[in-house]
C-alpha cells in the first residue's frame, strides 16, 4: 500500500509540472521567495517576461517552477498572462517559416525569451521586439 501511495504522490507531482498554467513575469525586478510571503527569503530576481509555470497557488501567493526546474514564490499580482518561451539549446536558428527548407531570419541563444505568437506542428511562431521568426518546440521552455 505504501508504494502505491508514494507512486500516486509521484504522479500527481508529475502531471502537476507536465499540466501548470504558465504566466510570465509582468514587470523587471521580481522577487522569487523562498515561501508565500515578504517574510521569507528572497532566492532570486526576475526580469519582464520570464516564463513560469505555476504549481500551486495560496492566497495570493504562486508556487512557480522555470526552466532549470527551480521553484519559488511570487506574488501572483506580479505575474501576467502574457504567452512567453525561453531558448533553453545553447545556439538557435530562427526560421522564416515553420521548417529546416526555410531561411533563417535571425539567432538566438540560450535564455532568450520570445513572445508566442502561434504554431504550427512541431513549430511556434515566435517575436522578439519587431521580429517574428520559427523555432522548434524542442528548443524552448514555456510552451
Known amino acids: 500500500m505504501k508504494k502505491v501511495l508514494q507512486f500516486m504522490l509521484g504522479f500527481v507531482l508529475w502531471a502537476s509540472l507536465c499540466w501548470g498554467e504558465m504566466a510570465s513575469i509582468a514587470k523587471d525586478g521580481v522577487n522569487i521567495r523562498s515561501g508565500p510571503g515578504t517574510n521569507y527569503q528572497v532566492l532570486w530576481e526576475v526580469y519582464k517576461d520570464y516564463p513560469v509555470k505555476i504549481l500551486e497557488k495560496k492566497g495570493k501567493w504562486a508556487k512557480t517552477?522555470?526552466?532549470?526546474?527551480?521553484?519559488?514564490?511570487?506574488?501572483?499580482?506580479?505575474?501576467?498572462?502574457?504567452?512567453?518561451?525561453?531558448?533553453?539549446?545553447?545556439?538557435?536558428?530562427?526560421?522564416?517559416?515553420?521548417?529546416?527548407?526555410?531561411?533563417?531570419?535571425?539567432?538566438?541563444?540560450?535564455?532568450?525569451?520570445?513572445?508566442?505568437?502561434?504554431?504550427?506542428?512541431?513549430?511556434?511562431?515566435?517575436?522578439?521586439?519587431?521580429?517574428?521568426?520559427?523555432?522548434?518546440?524542442?528548443?524552448?521552455w514555456g510552451e
Open 65 to 140: 517552477v522555470d526552466y532549470e526546474n527551480d521553484v519559488g514564490w511570487i506574488y501572483r499580482p506580479l505575474l501576467s498572462k502574457t504567452h512567453t518561451v525561453i531558448v533553453t539549446a545553447d545556439k538557435v536558428n530562427i526560421r522564416t517559416g515553420p521548417g529546416i527548407q526555410y531561411g533563417i531570419a535571425f539567432k538566438a541563444e540560450q535564455g532568450v525569451i520570445f513572445h508566442l505568437v502561434g504554431w504550427k506542428g512541431k513549430w511556434l511562431k515566435i517575436r522578439y521586439l519587431d521580429d517574428y521568426g520559427w523555432i522548434r518546440k524542442d528548443l524552448v
